[in-house]
């Protein structure tokens, strides 16, 4: 019983917390995000980030930020320094807090380990020596690889995900961009002070009651046909533009109108000039790319408020190449952007030929598609940006996309957190849902999240049923 009591873990002292590959590809600045804690990276980890450290992918600009990093931290550190831990410096102005370790592969003494044929098992076996020699510590494996925390568990070795840039638990907790109210809504108002600015109706409300976790550009519905978007939220107020039904439902871009309520928002945040980005999400088929597509066509070419529309698309990991083939770059993403191209004919399907009419906006309309392994270190002037498939994209990944857009541009993102196909991202973890609950303040950003599914009968059935 002594040697049991003697093998648990100080919680007084720092936790040995031991980063994956998956993780510092998934957020190259993790190891700053641990705090007073010794953040350890095995060599096999350091092996891996320089296998994959070579060419234009994003994984690889990744892995080369993330060595950048260990390098500024570790700097010229003794081996001695780096065995003990070297402090992390997250600024010039607060004092080091936590360390930096390099953990070397050691051979395994009077335990049973996992095959080393792997390097995933290479770094279990090293934590289970670890462990070993230091039984008054914790140690904690962070990895996105779920199968990886299962082994590591069954070697008894602690093991979580990565939840620093999960600010959601529940993706249910994730904001709609609309309140729906039961009832009337202005039998849950106790004042209101209502003007005429411009043609247009503004409600001044106190911010108590149901109005006290809302944000700008989210809609309020209710069941009696009031719509309204507020428009600004200060400490005490908020202020609420009253939108007509009829004008909203009604409203038109390229020839498309909405079907809906839930898609009439949207579309009216798409066509809005101040709102400089928007998230729609949804299930497969209720209309984001459709909805996308005109509002970007009908600002392009009719009103002329962008030079310019560029469709890109995560294709999983954002690693895969586009190839070296002949073709222009928008020739060999043209097969990964199909979704565009079926929504052109789509918006052109009652046409006398409808090839011929989206042969004719494919020349006129200035439509480019783009790899998002090539969009570093660029800036789009003026251009309206469509990402299709952002749930597959990280936080750190939508960061740099999101960073390109320059002067005068527009960003849609369009994803369907259901869909998921990147192994180590899940709908709390997407950069999708990262950026829809970091930019739902901002007064120059809005989400719409569909709710019907009007592809057809058989898909509405499908999405419910299957």
């Known amino acids: 019983m002594d040697n049991l009591i003697q093998a648990r873990p100080d919680l007084s002292l720092p936790i040995n917390y031991v980063l994956d590959t998956n993780v510092l590809i998934h957020d190259p600045n993790a190891l700053f995000n641990f705090d007073e804690h010794r953040v350890i990276i095995p060599m096999t980890v350091l092996e891996e980030l320089d296998k994959l450290k070579t060419g234009k992918h994003t994984i690889a600009a990744d892995c080369r930020q993330a060595i950048r990093a260990i390098d500024t931290i570790l700097g010229s550190a003794s081996p001695q320094e780096i065995e003990q831990g070297v402090p992390i410096q997250r600024s010039d102005r607060s004092p080091p807090n936590g360390s930096l370790t390099i953990l070397m592969p050691q051979q395994a003494n009077n335990i049973s380990y996992l095959p080393n044929h792997i390097n995933d098992n290479t770094i279990i076996n090293t934590l289970c020596q670890m462990q070993q020699d230091r039984p008054g510590?914790?140690?904690?494996?962070?990895?996105k690889d779920i199968n990886m925390r299962l082994k590591a568990?069954?070697?008894?070795?602690d093991s979580e995900d990565y939840h620093n840039d999960q600010l959601v638990s529940d993706i249910a907790q994730l904001s709609k961009g609309y309140y729906e109210i039961a009832g009337s809504f202005w039998d849950n108002i106790a004042e209101v002070e209502t003007v005429q600015l411009e043609g247009k109706t503004v409600h001044y409300l106190p911010r108590e009651g149901i109005l006290q976790d809302v944000y700008p550009n989210m809609f309020i519905l209710d069941s009696q046909g009031i719509v309204g978007r507020i428009t600004e939220v200060t400490y005490d107020q908020v202020i609420l533009l009253h939108l007509h039904y009829n004008q909203l439902i009604e409203q038109e871009a390229w020839g498309l109108k909405p079907l809906d309520i839930y898609q009439a928002m949207?579309?009216?945040?798409l066509l809005d000039p101040d709102v400089h980005l928007v998230n729609l999400t949804g299930a497969?088929?209720?209309g984001k790319t459709i909805l996308a597509l005109a509002a970007a066509i009908e600002m392009t070419v009719v009103t002329k408020r962008f030079r310019r529309i560029i469709a890109t698309r995560s294709v999983q990991g954002l690693d895969e190449d586009i190839g070296f083939l002949p073709g222009t770059e928008e020739e060999k993403m043209e097969p990964w952007l199909g979704a565009i191209t079926d929504n052109l004919e789509a918006l052109h399907c009652d046409d006398e030929c409808t090839t011929g009419s989206v042969d004719y906006i494919m020349e006129?309309?200035?439509?480019?598609?783009?790899?998002?392994n090539y969009i570093r270190g660029r800036s789009f002037q003026q251009s309206l940006i469509i990402i299709d498939e952002s749930q597959n994209l990280t936080p750190h990944q939508i960061k740099t996309i999101i960073t390109r857009a320059g002067n005068a541009s527009k960003v849609i993102c369009l994803g369907n957190l259901a869909q998921i196909d990147t192994p180590y991202l899940s709908a709390t973890s997407s950069g999708l849902t990262y950026l829809t609950e970091r930019f739902k303040g901002f007064k120059h950003g809005g989400n719409i999240q569909l709710k019907a599914v009007p592809r057809s009968l058989l898909a509405e059935?499908?999405?419910?049923?299957?």
């Not at 568990?153 to 070795?157: A, D, L, P, V």
């Not at 006129?364 to 998002?372: D, I, R, Y």
């Open 461 to 466: 059935f499908a999405e419910a049923n299957l």
């Open 266 to 269: 949207a579309l009216n945040l």
């Open 153 to 157: 568990r069954g070697c008894g070795i």
């Open 137 to 143: 510590e914790r140690i904690v494996l962070v990895t």
């Open 284 to 286: 497969a088929g209720s």
């Open 364 to 372: 006129k309309v200035p439509l480019h598609f783009k790899s998002l």
